[in-house]
């Protein structure tokens, strides 16, 4: 059975949070969990207070969130992709619940830049956790303006450079090659002083660790990893796209196994020596998958389709890494960052 996506943002930001279904424990904010573990978590420099980020396009812009969650046990939320302007989005439909997951083909839709500076940036200031704001453009130019403005709001910390989305014609350009990322992340390296740059890498199964490396060289202080996998659906009545587009993105559960290889083969085979953190980002639904990608090489843990199924979620998967961490014998979540044995 497929993931069943039980709570969406409605179309003024709101959180519709659904039923809860006779039996299944909803409010997860009772679990117990561990006071004496140290939950903060140092990315790129900026401390969190957890090691959860809610990813972007998942959570809102950046408080929408506040209504299912005590944002305060959350380390960041991350804003929807920014556009210079303003894009509705691809026709419906555009979402589609699939058998390990969920199937998206949003198109990046989101209010564009002006519309964001003047209404959803300074809600960051009301937040009690931090923000990063993604970015994502047609041209190395749309990414240095989004990137720019971005650097000079306060409460903005960390930039991410969306480079990786399935969901439109030019969402993967940059991830041609090595040297064409290095490049344009160069150009809004130069760009941004203050804030801490992060880049969203796709899940490639081949040439990730060149990838993450031209990234870093062109100034990227950490990664997020990764965006979701491009997919196809086919309808085999009609024959047509089971969404609006041929080409998708899939996210959830089915792609867990692969974020974790690609993390581990980024940390081991360049992160871990160079110092750069990455956020794990795919088919965490329980506190065992964060805890995998931690050990994988993670520094921070991404959520972001599990929060469609039950938006409380990620209450439960801090309580359980802290109960993980104890058990262990850490004194903090951090200390199990890469701690995988090989044999």
Same mark, same amino acid.
């Given at each position: ?11 003024? @930001? ?23 573990? /140290? ?26 969130? #506040? ?30 619940? #699939? ?12 209010? @564009? ?72 992340? #160069? ?24 990838? #993450? ?7 990227? /202080? ?52 160079? @110092? ?12 065992? /998958? ?19 199924? /039950? ?33």
């Amino acid at each position: 059975m497929g993931l069943l996506c039980r709570a969406m943002i409605g179309e003024n @930001g709101g959180l519709v949070l659904p039923d809860t279904p006779p039996g299944i424990p909803f409010l997860a904010e009772s679990l117990p969990s561990s006071p004496m573990v /140290d939950t903060r978590t140092d990315l790129c420099g900026v401390e969190l207070a957890t090691p959860i980020v809610l990813a972007a396009g998942t959570c809102g812009y950046v408080d929408e969130m #506040a209504d299912a969650l005590d944002l305060g046990r959350i380390g960041a939320v991350t804003t929807k992709s920014i556009t210079l302007e303003p894009r509705p989005g691809h026709d419906p439909n555009r979402i589609l619940d #699939a058998k390990a997951g969920m199937i998206n083909a949003i198109g990046l839709a989101n209010v @564009g830049l002006d519309r964001f500076l003047r209404e959803k940036a300074p809600l960051a200031a009301t937040v009690p956790t931090r923000v990063i704001g993604s970015v994502a453009g047609g041209s190395v130019e749309e990414y240095v303006t989004i990137a720019s403005s971005f650097d000079a709001l306060d409460d903005i910390p960390i930039i991410e450079m969306n480079v990786s989305c399935p969901n439109t014609h030019d969402g993967r350009q940059a991830c041609d090659s090595p040297q064409h990322l290095e490049s344009v992340v #160069a150009e809004v390296r130069a760009a941004v002083s203050r804030s801490r740059l992060l880049v969203k890498l796709p899940p490639k199964t081949d040439g990730i660790v060149a990838l #993450a490396e031209a990234a870093v060289a062109g100034g990227a /202080d950490g990664l997020t990893m990764t965006n979701t996998l491009e997919v196809m659906s086919i309808d085999v009545t009609t024959r047509r796209s089971r969404l609006s587009r041929p080409r998708m993105g899939y996210s959830g559960t089915a792609i867990h196994p692969l974020v974790v290889r690609l993390v581990h083969d980024v940390h081991v085979g360049f992160a871990r020596a160079a @110092g750069v953190p990455i956020i794990g980002l795919g088919g965490v639904g329980d506190w065992e /998958d964060a805890a995998e990608l931690i050990l994988a090489g993670a520094t921070a843990v991404g959520m972001g389709t599990a929060l469609y199924a /039950d938006p409380r979620s990620p209450n439960r998967v801090l309580a359980g890494l802290e109960r993980w961490a104890r058990s262990q014998g850490c004194a903090s979540i951090s200390e199990l960052v890469g701690a995988y044995k090989e044999s």
